[in-house]
DNA sequence: CTGTTAGCGCATTCAA
DNA sequence: TTGAATGCGCTAACAG
């Protein structure tokens, strides 16, 4: 049982030669079907499984294939690879996840390494490795192929998949405009993410289209975690004139905002509308749900394999973004807003 | 550039064999300094690095470990791939994590092709895999060395680390009963997951313990997900009698009991104090925090790596969990509870 | 459509 | 402490 078949024991076992053996296993077209459901049927009584190692060393590809990420947010990254696994899966590829640190210096190093030593056919980038120089120079130096999900810039320099962060934000802060709001606070994304300034960009558009001037003490740095979220709401609601509604980068900083406005008992959308972007669960589980925009994550991920096994060309596709309306949004109040700080426990 | 150098390459630069390069690549004791000093420039300046094929082709040791899981939370699988990735990493391992169905039939199939192919050395498994009869069955055919995280049961059958979860579920029970409730509902985990078994038998324990009934309409089935605590919560809040506070078995589901107290203006934790477990971000995200149970999940997959490298005895431990005090918890008040839905935007 | 042979890059015998 | 030969399991030419 513990025994190993290997390709010749299939070979001996069929009666055919070790090469038809390999044509079976490769999808070979010129086999007949006698040939192959003999070898077929040696493979399935010896348990016959083909070793990746020797495959990678006789052939020319490996099968496998690279997804380069270093993303904290569980809930993204769960979702890109579950997009880049079934569609590996549906083409017989193996899919090898490789966190790294965009910080590290040595990362072009790094990223070689793993390439050459796992012999993989092509790599998959998320962001923010997407906009990493050493990663891509590397790459590039090794010739290998590779796709990014998600660039925050040069769209078209390689192939790419993404969506429009700008249109998305823009969508977003006319949406508020259009309830009435007029004071709309901004939390900003993590600085190594180029999508944030895309955001940021989508809000002044919409700001200035609609003609209300920017207001810098409206706008706040964050981080993409929930408490950069809510440092960017305490200030803004202890402003002189605090913003009738926040729109902040991602859902776990507008989570942050939801949990500063419960402590000081603003109510939600009543007296603060709140806004969020890319759609994880957490805009459904926190209270109120969060309006948020749907990025379609899985898609893009699926859609970057996709490109990686095509025939090579340099493909870029947007795929479409979606506003989804949920109760965090209301009219503004015009009553002005007094802060009472709930005592915490414990 | 592109061209990659090989280990004669590196031998031929260094003026040795090829022998030696490999006994420098494996940290074999008898090299001496100079040697090892000349052969390492000229593993730099050619840029080598070790093709895994060949390695795993010529030696008995592959240097990779699978992980293997079905986990849908993905809070709780980015701990664990995190704690096995930095275990590995720092033991020189390759970590292939491998999603499965534990709902298909063929899965002991899947898993021994994909360990045959892979040549991993060694295989983690991550709940519900853990009690997956076939699985379990095929690593043992295959006499390949595994642990298990978490298991449901059977601790003491194969090497594992896991939490007490019963007497964590005591604890946080024992907790409740200690601020004053009496009647406290329980949301029982996914079927899939044994750990559910044992969490509603440590419910079940601290209530006899205290000397109060068990009552059959304060405890309901669950799924580990957000609409299932939501579902369990409205029965609950319905009731003739409500409970004064819910346990639910994971914090995904204690969310959703929050979302529903919300929208009938239940006051938390006022009116009904929530508890979860698990101590996800998700518990820090929601309002009020939750009283919830931080279980070890890194240190579980990091000493479950540790032991599945090490000596290959049968191991087995557990680690301790804590309770995490948050507002989710109040005393109980004697007012009756009365429900006044909030009518839904959009 | 099918078979024969060489060799991918390394670790592992053995021998020195 | 170092070196020379053999082969891991498979695919790639080339031949039939």
């Given at each position: 049982m513990g025994e190993r078949a290997n390709i010749r024991d299939?070979?001996?076992l069929a009666g055919v030669a070790v090469k038809t053996v390999s044509r079976v296993l490769n999808d070979h077209p010129y086999v007949s079907t006698k040939m192959r459901e003999k070898v077929e049927a040696a493979m399935t009584e010896l348990n016959f499984h083909p070793s990746v190692a020797a495959r990678v060393l006789a052939g020319t590809k490996s099968g496998q294939v690279a997804l380069i990420y270093d993303n904290h947010s569980p809930h993204y990254m769960h979702q890109i690879m579950m997009g880049c696994w079934d569609r590996c899966n549906a083409e017989g590829l193996r899919l090898i996840a490789q966190p790294v640190d965009v910080a590290d210096p040595k990362?072009?190093?790094?990223?070689?390494g793993m390439v050459r030593e796992t012999h993989v056919d092509g790599v998959i980038l998320s962001s923010p490795v997407t906009d990493c120089a050493a990663v891509l120079?590397?790459?590039e130096a090794l010739n290998m192929p590779f796709v990014r999900i998600s660039p925050g810039t040069n769209h078209a320099l390689t192939s790419s998949v993404f969506m429009d962060d700008v249109q998305a934000a823009d969508d977003m802060t006319t949406h508020m405009i259009n309830a009435g709001h007029r004071r709309i606070g901004f939390i900003i994304g993590h600085e190594n993410h180029l999508a944030s300034k895309d955001?940021?960009?989508g809000y002044c558009r919409a700001l200035e289209r609609a003609g209300i001037a920017y207001a810098a003490d409206l706008v706040e740095p964050g981080e993409f975690d929930f408490d950069s979220g809510k440092a960017a709401a305490e200030k803004f609601l202890?402003?002189?004139n605090p913003p009738t509604a926040i729109f902040a980068s991602n859902d776990d900083m507008a989570s942050g905002v939801l949990a500063v406005?419960?402590?000081y008992h603003v109510p939600v959308p009543e007296m603060l509308s709140v806004a969020g972007f890319d759609d994880t669960t957490?805009?459904?589980v926190v209270w109120p749900p969060l309006t948020t925009i749907r990025q379609p994550v899985r898609d893009l991920a699926d859609t970057a394999t996709q490109l990686l096994l095509g025939d090579g060309g340099l493909e870029h596709r947007r795929l479409p973004h979606e506003l989804i309306t949920r109760e965090s949004i209301a009219a503004p109040r015009t009553k002005?807003?007094?802060l009472r700080k709930k005592t915490e426990n414990q």
């Open positions: 299939v070979a001996a990362i072009g190093e790094q990223v070689r120079n590397t790459l955001r940021l960009s202890n402003l002189p406005a419960h402590r957490l805009a459904q002005m807003l007094t």
